[in-house]
């Protein structure tokens, strides 16, 4: 059977693995998401938690809950051997272990982008997760 694992569980790897679940057999595929939030946060939804309009639980999707054939990996991955098609991955607790895959699908990365405003990185707040809104 396939490892298909999928780095980041953000707008693109919950629905790579949501639809991958969708398409594929059971027998066909191992699905792993690994991202240190066991939720997708709804980013278009954080104004409104903001402004007391929504509240938070409605801004997060639990991926154990809507993903139900993929192992969710609460964690980061800190290095990828493609060579030997496996990554390094640091849990939220305990020690650092290896996963390895037959297919990997990156998509971690976006952070708050912050404009050239100084003191706009010290003194603002970011908006991309649950707990800043």
């Known amino acids: ?31 792993t998401i690994v991202d240190p939030r066991p939720y997708m946060t709804y980013q278009p939804f954080l104004p409104e938690v903001v402004a007391g309009s929504i509240e938070a639980r409605h801004a997060a999707v639990s991926m ?4 139900r054939r993929t192992h969710v990996v609460a964690g980061s991955v800190t290095a990828i051997d493609h060579e030997h098609r ?4 640091e849990p939220n607790t305990g020690d650092d272990f290896e996963l390895s895959y037959d297919l ?7 952070v708050t982008r912050k404009f050239p405003v100084p003191g706009i990185a010290e003194q603002a707040i970011g908006l991309k997760h649950v707990e800043e809104a």
């Open 86 to 89: 496996v990554v390094t991955v």
């Open 64 to 67: 154990r809950r809507h993903l």
């Open 104 to 110: 990997i699908v990156v998509t971690a990365g976006a």
């Open 1 to 31: 059977m396939r490892k298909i694992l999928i780095v980041g569980g953000g707008y693109a790897g919950f629905y790579t693995a949501w639809k991958l679940e969708r398409k594929l057999r059971r027998d066909e595929a191992d699905l």
